[in-house]
Nanobody, 121 residues
Framework: QVQLVESGGGLVQPGGSLRLSCEVS????????MTWYRQAPGKERELVAE???????DYRDSVKGRFSISRDNAKNTVSLQMNSLKPEDTAVYYC???????????????WGQGTQVTVSS
C-alpha cells in the first residue's frame, strides 16, 4: 500500500536547475528514511542524497553543494533540488523509502518508478 511517485524530471542545459518531487502515500515521510538514487545508462545505481529520521542529510561527494534533499511533512513529500547541473548528472532518478517493520523485525524498502533527468546542450 506504500506508493512513491517521482516527478519533475526533464531536459535541462548544463548549469541549469531542476526540482524533483517524490509523492508518498501509505506512510508518513517524517517516520521514514528517504533516499534519492540515480542510475545512468550502463552504470550501477548510486545513492545521491538521503535524509534520516533525526533529520540529518548526506550526499555523495559529486553533488555536495549542488543538490539539496528536504521533507515537506505537510504535503508528505520529499524533494531534491538540483542546481548547477552537469551532463554527468543525466540519469533516471529514483525515490526510496525505508521504514521499520516491527512484525518482520527489519527495515523494509519501497521504490518509485523513476523520473528521467537529461542534462545536455
Amino acid at each position: 500500500q506504500v506508493q512513491l511517485v517521482e516527478s519533475g524530471g526533464g531536459l535541462v542545459q548544463p548549469g541549469g536547475s531542476l526540482r524533483l518531487s517524490c509523492e508518498v502515500s501509505g506512510f508518513t515521510v517524517s517516520s521514514a528514511v528517504m533516499t534519492w538514487y540515480r542510475q545512468a545508462p550502463g552504470k550501477e545505481r548510486e545513492l545521491v542524497a538521503e535524509v534520516n529520521l533525526p533529520g540529518g542529510t548526506d550526499y555523495r561527494d559529486s553533488v555536495k553543494g549542488r543538490f539539496s534533499i528536504s521533507r515537506d511533512n505537510a504535503k508528505n513529500t520529499v524533494s531534491l533540488q538540483m542546481n548547477s547541473l552537469k551532463p554527468e548528472d543525466t540519469a533516471v532518478y529514483y525515490c526510496n523509502l525505508g521504514r521499520w517493520n516491527s512484525a518482520l523485525g527489519r527495515t523494509i524498502y519501497y521504490w518509485g518508478q523513476g523520473t528521467q533527468v537529461t542534462v545536455s546542450s
